[in-house]
Structures are given as structure tokens and as C-alpha cells.
């Protein structure tokens, strides 16, 4: 692992892309793992026991720490003093339950082992972690002092608990969780075999939630891969999880296979009195495109959603959400890097619902009668003041939100194009961060995405006209002792220094 001060090395050259660019070029400067080393603004991590998978990252601004989660293992590092021993706690597995995991046949790949899934702050002094225990999952509490200087990290004794819809029981599965106010929100499988997959509601003082079961009009085999929370008006009661994944889609046997999604929660949502009890009344999703138009006419879709990184902006209400999408498929490979409005998110949640009636026919825009309040929208809140829980919903709302969760429009990145493309490359992107630079003419955004074969490149975005953009990679370094021509399969990552975000690449 290393931890890179990238913003310090000499801003070089290395090519070139733009919005209309479909090749890219080799890169003219690019820093070998030898070099990196010499170059002295990095460090290389190597702990002495034996772990691998450093996929669970989460950076404590408070303590100034990085929290890492790997298999049996969970590491806090200090930001501060990367000098600094770190604190290791060991959490395998029980003997007796990694035995039963091997004779259920579940022994290929050491997947009988406690590969950390969940760390996230509960509160000032306490972390919340989960793990897949060894195809059972279970949570637990970390307790690590009120400040740095306290230098502690240990398990809370007796805080074990299940970990059923919160952390999932199969390690090659991504998750996505965040506590809110005490309360964790989770996108899991459910279930020991994997076909149950959810949005859940847990722990604190909410009533638990979930996604309807066995719905492939909710979630159709979903892979999560992030958040964000908004408050969205002067009313708490509107405040909102919006929730990024991917899905096989419905929409139609000509569409693509899968599909980039952003769906959106109430947190104040109860579920119904009669029906939903216990399931979302607010869940909505939309698709996210990520598509080019070439010279020919020809649309170009880049529908694998692979990561995200949120930025904020003046406006608190309204975020920009930068996502790393690649293909599907073998005959084209290419990935992309488009920007998404949230005002442009909420625009399609307020539109027209999908639509479509019996088997094989295509969606449609809903035209009949929309119940009050509309479907998706939040109990107390600007819109819904005279009813203050989602109970009180009518049974006209609870059916519909049931049968039509999909809006008819997509959601579009800005300016209808991608931010930056990769094309006829030998590499994907998987990772992102995002940081903005000023200078003398104003401010510059710049990239630091990671790629499937163990590099990070650093781009800067310039603009080349009104709607237009050009990515010019600054840095391209190398973070493996042994260059890796496919994702390796211990992911790995990287603290930058310019953003204090790190990132794993898969």
C-alpha cells in the first residue's frame, strides 16, 4: 500500500483527450514503481501479518486517520505521522464457524475467513464494523478514543451481533453502507445463497426497512456502489438517501444488458399500515446514461457504473456526482468519466413514471391519474405537510409506488457528454477522486483515477469551448512492485495528499 504525495512531483505531459477524441496515445512520462520509490514522496506500507483484499477504506477527518478493512483485519493509520505504527486489530473468524463454512463447500479462494465489508462512525468515540464471518456475517463496535492522541483501538467486549442486512455473506460481493443520525442504511444480499437483494434500514431508533423481496421491478441483481445523503428543502422531513448501483435491466430486449442506476429514499419513511408494511413507500429509481454519439451517428453507451465521487458545491442542495463508467462487452472496451447534477437527478424523479403493461411490451411514459401525495414523496415534508407519516399514505399511493419504482426519463451528465473518455486502450478506469485547483484565471478540476492495471493517472480537465473539454494527464505512477496487466486480486490503494481521499483499485 502506499500513501503518494502526487501534487508535489514536477506537473508533466503525458497525453491527451478530449470529448471528440477516440484513441488515446502512449504516455510520454510515465513513473515506474522504482521510480516512485526513489522519488521519495511516497511510502510503501507492509504489515507483518499475513492479510490481503484492502478494499474497506474510511477517512476520520475528526483524527485525521484512515480506517482499513481486509480480510481478519481491520488497520487505523495515522494521516498525521504516516511514520506513525499503526493499530491493528485481529478479527477472524470463529474455528468452529470457518469449519462449517468448509464443509458447506464454501473453501475455494479462503473465502471461510471474515473479510471486512462495513466501517463507518457511530458516533464521536465509536466505529461500527461488519464483516462477512465466514459466510456469517457479524458487526461489532470499535472503540477509538475521543482524539488521535489517544492512540487506541480495540473491540468493545460482548458488542458482537449479526450482521444479516448489513454486510454481506459472500466477500466477491460489493455492498454499499452509511450510518445516518445512528441509523445504518445498507445495499446487500440478503441471503446465504444470493438472490435476495436489498436496500435496508437497520439499527437505531427507525423502524427496520427494506426493499420489496423477489421484485425485479426494484432490484434486478443490483451491484452498489455509493451514496449520498442531501437535505433537499428547509423541511428535515425531506431530507433523502440516493443510492448508485448498477442492474440487469427491464426495460426492454433491445436496451443493454445492464444498466447504470440512482435511486432515492426518504429517511423519515415508516412503510405502509396495510401494505409495505415494513418496505420503502418513497423508493424511486432512474438510469444514469453515460453514452457518446460518433462521427457515423452511432450511439456508444458506457452503461458499467464502476465508482463515484461526490463534490460538493455553493449550493448544498445541489452536488455534483462525478462516476467512472466503463462497457460491456469484448468487441469495444472503453471507459468514461461523466458529471451528473443533482438538480438534474431530482428533475427526472419529478417527471413522468415508467410504464408497461403485460409481458414483452416496451416502457412507456404513465399517463393516467398520479395519486396525492405523488409517489416517492416525503412524509411532513414541503409538499406533503398535512400528512406526517408515510403509515397515513393511501393504499391508491402504497399500489402504485409498488408497481411503477422505475421513472420513464433518464438522467443525462452535463452538457449530454462525457467529461472524459478512454477509448482503444489496453486499460479500463475503476476508481476516482476528484479535487478542484485554483489559479490566476480561475479554477481547474483535476482527476486522479485508477486503472485496472495498477496505475493512477492524474488529469487535469481544461476547458477547449463553451460546452466543450479537454483532459490533459498530467502524472501517470505505477503503485505495484510488480506491474499488473489485469486487476490483480488483492485490491489496493491510495491516500492523495491534494484531496485526503483514498480510494482502492479493483
Not at 489517544?150 to 442486512?165: L, N, T
Request: proline fraction near 6%.
Amino acid at each position: 500500500m502506499l500513501v503518494s504525495a502526487l501534487p508535489s512531483l514536477l506537473l508533466l505531459l503525458l497525453l491527451s483527450f478530449t470529448v471528440r477524441t477516440w484513441t488515446s496515445r502512449p504516455a510520454r512520462v510515465y513513473l515506474s514503481y522504482k521510480e516512485l520509490m526513489e522519488s521519495r514522496t511516497a511510502r510503501f506500507f507492509s504489515f507483518g501479518f499475513n492479510t490481503s483484499d484492502y478494499r474497506i477504506l474510511f477517512l476520520d477527518q475528526d483524527q485525521d486517520r484512515m480506517y482499513v478493512g481486509s480480510r481478519d483485519y481491520l488497520v487505523s493509520m495515522d494521516l498525521g505521522n504516516i511514520n506513525r505504527e499503526p493499530l491493528i486489530i485481529h478479527w477472524p473468524a470463529a474455528p468452529s464457524r470457518q469449519k462449517e463454512c468448509l464443509m458447506a463447500g464454501r473453501g475455494r479462494a479462503d473465502e471461510c475467513a471474515n473479510y471486512l465489508r462495513v466501517i463507518q462512525p457511530l458516533n464521536r468515540t465509536h466505529l461500527y464494523a461488519c464483516g462477512t464471518g465466514a459466510y456469517q456475517p457479524q458487526c461489532t463496535l470499535i472503540y477509538r478514543g475521543w482524539r488521535s492522541e489517544d492512540y487506541v483501538f480495540r473491540i468493545i467486549s460482548g458488542s458482537h451481533e449479526s450482521g444479516k442486512g448489513r454486510c454481506p455473506y459472500d466477500p466477491k460481493q460489493e455492498n454499499m453502507a452509511t450510518i445516518i443520525d445512528g441509523v445504518l442504511y445498507a445495499g446487500v444480499q440478503v441471503d446465504y445463497m444470493g438472490t435476495d437483494s436489498a436496500v435496508f434500514r437497520t439499527m437505531g431508533h427507525k423502524l427496520p426497512i427494506r426493499t420489496e423481496q423477489y421484485d425485479s421491478r426494484w432490484l434486478n441483481d443490483p451491484v452498489f456502489v455509493g451514496s449520498l445523503v442531501v437535505s433537499e428543502s428547509s423541511f428535515k422531513e425531506d431530507d433523502k438517501l440516493y443510492i448508485l448501483f448498477r442492474e440487469r435491466s427491464l426495460e426492454g430486449e433491445s436496451g443493454p444488458a445492464m444498466v447504470s442506476r440512482i435511486a432515492r429514499i426518504c429517511l423519515n419513511d415508516e412503510g405502509g399500515m396495510r401494505s409495505l408494511v415494513g418496505k420503502w413507500t418513497s423508493f424511486l429509481k432512474a438510469r444514469l446514461v453515460c453514452s457518446v454519439i460518433g462521427p457515423d451517428g452511432v450511439e456508444t453507451s458506457f452503461d458499467q457504473l464502476r465508482d463515484i465521487f461526490i463534490q460538493q458545491t455553493q449550493d448544498k442542495q445541489n452536488p455534483l456526482i462525478y462516476g467512472v463508467f466503463t462497457t460491456l462487452g469484448s468487441v469495444f472496451r472503453g471507459s468514461a468519466v461523466c458529471v451528473f447534477s443533482l438538480a438534474d437527478v431530482r428533475a427526472v424523479f419529478n417527471g413522468p413514471f415508467a410504464h408497461k403493461e403485460g409481458h414483452g411490451y416496451q416502457m412507456t411514459a404513465y399517463t393516467g391519474k398520479t395519486p396525492y401525495p405523488r409517489p416517492g414523496a416525503c412524509a411532513g415534508g414541503f409538499s406533503v405537510t398535512g400528512i406526517h407519516s408515510s403509515k397515513l399514505f393511501g393504499e391508491d399511493v402504497l399500489r402504485f409506488v409498488r408497481t411503477h419504482p422505475l421513472m420513464y426519463t433518464s438522467v443525462y451528465p452535463l452538457n449530454r457528454r462525457p467529461l472524459l473518455l478512454l477509448s482503444d486502450a489496453s486499460y479500463t478506469y475503476t476508481s476516482i477522486a476528484v479535487d478542484t485547483v485554483p489559479a490566476a484565471d480561475g479554477e481547474y478540476t483535476v482527476l486522479f483515477l485508477g486503472t485496472d492495471r495498477g496505475t493512477v493517472q492524474k488529469v487535469m480537465i481544461l476547458p477547449k469551448g463553451p460546452e466543450e473539454t479537454e483532459g490533459i494527464t498530467l502524472e501517470e505512477v505505477e503503485v505495484f512492485k510488480v506491474s499488473a496487466p489485469h486487476p490483480p486480486t488483492s485490491p489496493y490503494f491510495l491516500l492523495l495528499n491534494v484531496t485526503g481521499v483514498g480510494f482502492h483499485l479493483n
